[in-house]
C-alpha cells in the first residue's frame, strides 16, 4: 500500500450533545465580579448547555430537571439559594446495603469534593446548596460536572458490585436508519484501514507505529458523540492505557493491538447496539477556551519543533493527527475550534505526507497563537467583508 495520510471524515452530528459558547462563560465572570451573583450564575447555566433555559421565565424561581445518562439531574434557583440533586440509583432488596453505603461513605470523602451522596426515600443522590452570592462560575461549573461524571461513573459499579438498580432508564433516542448507515459505514472504514495499515506498519518493521494508527482509531470512534455504553467504557479505558507514560510503550503497543483485533472481530449488531443518541445535562470534557487550547498547543510545541528541524514528515503527520484528535477527545470545543481540526484531517486525508505536513503545520500554529479559523469561519468573514463593502 501507499504510505500516504489515514483517511478521516467527522462524524454525523448528535442532537443531544451540549455544545459549547465562551461568550456565557466571559458574560458570567463579568457579572460576577459586578456582584450580580444571580446572572452570573444563569450565564454559567448557559455556558454548560444553552438549551437548559430555553422558554423558562428567569425573572422567579427556576426549575430545571435533564438527564444525564441514567441519573436525572435537577436544579432550583431561587431569589436567595441554588440547589443541585441528582437521584442515579435505587435501592433494592436484593442490594448488598452494608457494602454499598460503605462505598458511599468513601466516595464521600474522596473524590468528592463539593457534592455528597445522601439516602433519600430508598434512592442516592448526589446533592449540593450553596447561597446565590457563593455561585462563582468556576464553583457552580465544577459542581454540576462533578455530579454529572460521578453520577455516570458510579450507577454501573452499584449496579454490578452491590445489586443497586437503575434509578431510570437512559433518556435516548435511536438513531434514524440513514444515521445508521452512515455510523456504520464510517466505523467499518476505520476498522477496515486500520488493519490495512497496521499489516503495512508489520511488513516495514515500524513497530512503533502501530501505537500510533490504534490510537488514531480508537479515537475516531470514541469521538463520535453518540457511541456510549461498554462500547464507550472499554474506548476509554484504551485511550487511558495508550498515553500512560507509566506503562511500558512497548506494552502499550502489544495492549493496543490486542484491543483493536477484537474491536474489528467484532459483527455490527455488537457494535452498533451501543450507538445512539442520549440525552446528556453537560458535556463530560474538560472545559475549553481559546487560551486553554493555546496551552495546550504549547505543551506539544518541543515535539513538533523537533520533527520539523528533523525534516521527519511521517512523525509530525501522525503527531499532529492524533494530538488534534487527542484535543476533541479531552475538550468540550466550540464549534469553530472543533471545524478547525475537522477541516484540516479532512483535507489531509490520503494525501503524500510532505504535502500534509504543512496543513497539519499551519492549523497547529492557529492554535498556538490563539487565531483559529476553521473554513466555515472563513467563509462567513470573506462574506461579511463583501457584503460591506458591495451590500
Avoid at 450533545?17 to 458574560?27: A, H, Q, T
Avoid at 454548560?48 to 422558554?55: A, M, P, Y
Avoid at 432550583?76 to 446495603?97: E, H, M, R
Wanted: with cysteine; charged share 25%; hydrophobic share 35%.
Amino acid at each position: 500500500m501507499k504510505n500516504v495520510v489515514p483517511h478521516f471524515q467527522r462524524p454525523i452530528k448528535s442532537k443531544d450533545e451540549p455544545r459549547i459558547d465562551v461568550s456565557y462563560w466571559d458574560k458570567a465572570m463579568d457579572a460576577y465580579d459586578a456582584k450580580n451573583y444571580r446572572n452570573a450564575l444563569l450565564e454559567t447555566i448557559n455556558y454548560i448547555n444553552s438549551n437548559l433555559l430555553q422558554g423558562k421565565d428567569t425573572e422567579g424561581d427556576i426549575d430545571i430537571v435533564q438527564g444525564q445518562g441514567s441519573a436525572e439531574i435537577q436544579i432550583t434557583i431561587t431569589k436567595d439559594n441554588f440547589l443541585v440533586k441528582a437521584p442515579f440509583v435505587k435501592i433494592t432488596d436484593d442490594s448488598n446495603k452494608v457494602a454499598l453505603f460503605r462505598r458511599v461513605a468513601e466516595i464521600n470523602f474522596n473524590p468528592l469534593t463539593l457534592a455528597q451522596i445522601h439516602l433519600i426515600d430508598g434512592a442516592l443522590w448526589f446533592e449540593y446548596e450553596m447561597p446565590i452570592t457563593l455561585c462563582q462560575p468556576y464553583k457552580v461549573y465544577d459542581v454540576l460536572r462533578e455530579i454529572s461524571v460521578y453520577a455516570d461513573n458510579y450507577d454501573d459499579e452499584f449496579i454490578d458490585k452491590y445489586k443497586a438498580d437503575f434509578y431510570q432508564e437512559p433518556r435516548v433516542t435511536p438513531l434514524t436508519e440513514t444515521e445508521k448507515e452512515k455510523v456504520w459505514q464510517q466505523i467499518s472504514n476505520i476498522l477496515e484501514e486500520y488493519k490495512q495499515y497496521s499489516n503495512f506498519f508489520k511488513e516495514k518493521r515500524w513497530d512503533d507505529f502501530q501505537w500510533d494508527i490504534a490510537v488514531l482509531s480508537i479515537l475516531k470512534i470514541v469521538n463520535m458523540p453518540y457511541v456510549h455504553g461498554t462500547l464507550r467504557t472499554k474506548l476509554e479505558e484504551y485511550v487511558g492505557n495508550l498515553f500512560n507514560g507509566q506503562i511500558d510503550f512497548k506494552y502499550r503497543i502489544d495492549k493496543g493491538v490486542s484491543f483493536m483485533q477484537k474491536l474489528c472481530a467484532k459483527s455490527k449488531e455488537e457494535l452498533m447496539q451501543d450507538i445512539y443518541h442520549a440525552e446528556a445535562f453537560i458535556s463530560l470534557k474538560w472545559r475549553s477556551s481559546t487560551q486553554i487550547l493555546q496551552n495546550d498547543a504549547k505543551n506539544m510545541e518541543n515535539n513538533v519543533n523537533k520533527y520539523v528541524k528533523d525534516g521527519n514528515n511521517m512523525m509530525l503527520c501522525y503527531y499532529l493527527q492524533y494530538s488534534f484528535l487527542h484535543i476533541i477527545y479531552n475538550f468540550n470545543l466550540e464549534e469553530h475550534h472543533k471545524n478547525a481540526i475537522y477541516d484540516v484531517l479532512e483535507k489531509v486525508s490520503e494525501k503524500e505526507l510532505h504535502q500534509a505536513a504543512p496543513m497539519l503545520l499551519k492549523t497547529y500554529h492557529g492554535f498556538l497563537d490563539g487565531n483559529i479559523k476553521s473554513a466555515n469561519t472563513a467563509k462567513s468573514s470573506k462574506k461579511g467583508l463583501f457584503s460591506k463593502l458591495f451590500g
